[in-house]
């Protein structure tokens, strides 16, 4: 019996598959080759938000402290990015065979407990002090020295000593052993058909150059109408401190001077002459940091060859910076600010490498350092 019941079972599977109409089809014919340009749309579709998500996630993580470019947290996350690159087959770009290339790169770790406050005569020979918060209405420089400064707070304009230009901020005031209250950029700005103007005074518009200006005319300290934002991107000069200060520092340090901030600063830039005078206000400033003179910056490249013997020697470049503004004191995870260039780049090098159609051209992903920062961080 076991015989007719096979064959019975199979009958019944015939009429089955019979019924569906899958017996009448003529045999499947083999899949068409894919077309270079199906290929590379294949590759392209490995980039995906959620990957891409989770390489920002990692990057503005604790671990990495800010990616301050010259930092032990900063080459970790070099070898991070490094570590994809090797998985997915990305050849180095770098020095000698590696993905890296190396630069000297001072920086500076501010620490935290700096302090930014007014202090406010109040009888006797009284004082009160008003203590500015973090963040939200200062934040330390990026390149501060250490040291504690208690003094008058001259308000210098832009800083700006520009002999050729017929213009002095410091001309007629006395800045030494004081604070000065300084404008960012400078009172000309590029005109709607030309540069020119602009250009000339230009040189004077730098982070670097005010602090250094302020530093020489003899002023202990400053705090810089700039945010607050935190930016490394200035000089360094030992033993000057400073913060970056908002609207409520500027307006609290223009108060009861008969003077009103928006308006000098437009006289400022209609006249094109400096309105600095001595405030007769007195704050406290105070940063505690660590300079390194010795920091070394890195670079990260990888590529992919060409593959036509003629083009391969003209290279594309796809990337963004790696690195942020570390700790001022706090972390600066910087996600926007680059995290999210670097994710995609990541993003593109994993398709491009692991695509089976290989560019005609060189492209190489540069994860370049040392955006965020100056290079003139040499002690003074």
Not at 7 to 23: D, I, P, Q, S, Y
Not at 25 to 32: E, G, I, L, N, S
Not at 273 to 289: D, E, L, Q, Y
Request: some cysteine; hydrophobic content about 40%.
């Amino acid at each position: 019996m076991k015989p007719i019941r096979r064959l019975f079972t199979a009958a019944l599977l015939v009429l089955a598959l019979a019924g569906t109409g899958l017996l009448s089809q003529a045999p499947r014919q083999a899949a068409a080759p894919l077309t270079d340009e199906a290929k590379v749309l294949e590759a392209m579709h490995l980039i995906q938000s959620q990957p891409l998500y989770e390489y920002v996630v990692e990057l503005v993580s604790e671990k990495y402290g800010g990616r301050l470019t010259g930092t032990t947290e900063y080459e970790a996350c070099v070898a991070w990015v490094e570590s994809r690159l090797k998985g997915w087959g990305v050849e180095p770009g770098g020095e000698n065979g590696t993905y890296r290339q190396l630069f000297p790169n001072p920086y500076t770790i501010v620490h935290k407990g700096g302090v930014c406050e007014l202090l406010i005569p109040a009888g006797r020979g009284g004082v009160v002090r008003k203590a500015y918060k973090y963040e939200d209405e200062f934040m330390p420089g990026g390149t501060t020295g250490t040291g504690d400064v208690t003094a008058e707070v001259v308000y210098a304009g832009y800083g700006i000593t520009a002999p050729e230009l017929g213009y002095d901020d410091y001309k007629g005031v006395d800045v030494k052993g004081k604070i000065v209250l300084l404008e960012s950029e400078v009172p000309v700005g590029p005109g709607e058909k030309t540069l020119e103007p602009f250009k000339k005074w230009r040189p004077y518009s730098f982070h670097q150059y005010k602090l250094k200006n302020a530093a020489a005319h003899g002023a202990a300290g400053m705090i810089y109408n700039y945010g607050p934002i935190g930016n490394p991107n200035n000089a360094y000069v030992e033993g000057f401190v400073y913060h970056h200060v908002g609207a409520a520092v500027v307006a609290d340090v223009f108060a009861g001077t008969g003077k009103a901030h928006k308006d000098v600063v437009a006289a400022i830039r209609k006249e094109l002459k400096p309105r600095s005078f001595a405030t007769g206000k007195t704050m406290r400033i105070s940063n505690r940091s660590e300079h390194h003179t010795d920091g070394v910056g890195i670079n990260l490249l990888g590529k992919i060859t060409g593959s036509d013997p003629q083009l391969k020697d003209e290279v594309i470049i796809i990337g963004g910076h790696l690195d942020h503004l570390g700790r001022l004191w706090e972390l600066l995870p910087g996600a926007n600010d680059n995290a999210t260039a670097v994710a995609v780049t990541l993003g593109v090098a994993e398709a491009m490498a692991k695509c089976a159609v290989k560019p005609k051209r060189t492209v190489v992903f540069f994860f370049f350092g040392s955006e965020e920062q100056s290079e003139d961080q040499g002690t003074e």
